[in-house]
């Protein structure tokens, strides 16, 4: 038997009000009842982290959460990741799409080979030089201009 969307977070008879400010922040509302074979990546990548925040977890930590995503699912992920923030929940998000990260964090640490190099606000990391010469190079621009989207 396929489980639908409702069924992955909790069995049919008993949902939390947990389960439905989840599908509430990421508006899968309408997809409650579908499986996962028809879902888009980027609906399975907000489903993931859903079914985190459904937990209530006093922090919630997502690593790579954007991989596979491509740059418009990217900015809308990032959206509904600063609301879970906007709603009281902190995030350690370890990934690395650069626009996402400057786009929606309020304090970066980059490391480079496990080593610190920067830390800071998103402003003060992009124009970190070690940062640009690591993670952005000719990114730079493109990644501002990402972030600058969200």
């Known amino acids: 038997m396929l489980s639908t969307l ?3 977070f909790t069995n049919a008879t008993s949902r939390s009000s947990a389960v439905d400010e989840a599908l509430e922040v990421f508006a899968l509302e309408p997809l409650a009842e579908a499986t996962p074979s028809e ?3 980027g609906q399975r990548k907000l489903v993931a982290v859903a079914r ?3 937990a209530r977890p006093k922090l919630l930590c997502l690593d790579e959460p954007a991989a596979g995503l491509d740059a418009q699912e990217s900015v809308v992920f990032g ?3 600063r609301e879970i923030v906007d709603r009281g929940t902190p995030i350690l998000l370890i990934d690395h799409d650069m626009g996402l990260v400057l786009g929606i964090s309020d304090r970066v640490v980059v490391l ?5 190099i920067a830390v800071g606000t998103p402003s003060a990391v992009r124009a970190d030089a070690r940062v640009v010469a690591a993670y952005l190079g000719s990114a730079a621009n493109e990644t501002k201009i990402l972030a600058d989207e969200r």
């Open 6 to 8: 409702k069924d992955i």
């Open 39 to 41: 879902l888009s990546q």
């Open 52 to 54: 985190a925040l459904a």
């Open 79 to 81: 959206r509904h990741l």
């Open 112 to 116: 480079e080979f496990g080593k610190v």
